[in-house]
T-cell receptor
Framework: GQQVMQIPQYQHVQEGEDFTTYCNSS?????IQWYKQRPGGHPVFLIQ?????EVKKQKRLTFQFGEAKKNSSLHITATQTTDVGTYFC?????????FGAGTILRVKS | NAGVTQTPKFRVLKTGQSMTLLCAQDMNHEYMYWYRQDPGMGLRLIHYSVGEGTTAKGEVPDGYNVSRLKKQNFLLGLESAAPSQTSVYFC??????????????FGEGSWLTVV
């Protein structure tokens, strides 16, 4: 079945540093979604990318969808303590959404 | 608008006991899902439903059963709890399949410990 792999598993950065998480699918995706889960909370939808090579920005967050629609990345510029949490990518597989294992981001102030 | 509501939020079970997790959504969504989350494993789909009266197996269905008798409710049952089922369980719903680009809305989670 389809697999969605995400790296790194964990990253600890100093406040103000940049952060990037990468997502790779074993198959071509029709779209990819990103979710954020704060510590102790539940996943919350951030964004969806549909087009090959698409780039979307949300303030300090930049999301990219690869040309082959098999990979994606989330980049945070100048991290803040409010960015802590786990970031998941997810891609469709039949009637389901397959999630990556997530990247845990910790920010030192 | 409550969104997706899960009960109970916390539960401790003894091995072999049974229990049911209840999920209710008030958004008239067709699709509902049960995920479990374990450290380093991400979100793994247990069962899902594409509409009232339907259920389907996900990635890790063994040891669980589900029912969707009403559109707004999706029940997850553990017939004989095992320590391996200690996890955080998330219910979620979406208007349509995730592949059409609709957001999946998650409940706040249910923390289950089996001793």
């Amino acid at each position: 079945g389809q697999q969605v792999m995400q790296i790194p598993q964990y990253q600890h950065v100093q406040e103000g540093e940049d952060f990037t998480t990468y997502c790779n699918s074993s198959t071509t995706l029709s779209n990819i979604q990103w979710y954020k889960q704060r510590p102790g909370g539940h996943p919350v939808f951030l964004i969806q990318l549909v087009k090959s090579g698409e780039v979307k920005k949300q303030k300090r967050l930049t999301f990219q969808f690869g040309e082959a629609k098999k990979n994606s990345s989330l980049h945070i510029t100048a991290t803040q303590t409010t960015d802590v949490g786990t970031y998941f990518c997810a891609g469709p597989s039949g009637n389901k959404l397959v999630f990556g294992a997530g990247t845990i981001l910790r920010v030192k102030s | 608008n409550a969104g997706v509501t899960q009960t109970p939020k916390f539960r401790v079970l003894k091995t072999g006991q049974s229990m049911t997790l209840l999920c209710a959504q008030d958004m008239n969504h067709e699709y509902m899902y049960w995920y479990r989350q374990d450290p380093g494993m991400g979100l793994r789909l247990i069962h899902y439903s594409v509409g009232e009266g339907t259920t389907a197996k996900g990635e890790v269905p063994d040891g669980y059963n589900v029912s969707r008798l009403k559109k707004q409710n999706f029940l997850l049952g553990l017939e004989s709890a095992a320590p391996s089922q200690t996890s955080v369980y998330f219910c979620a719903s979406s208007p349509d399949r995730g592949i059409t680009g609709n957001t999946i809305y998650f409940g706040e989670g249910s923390w289950l410990t089996v001793v």
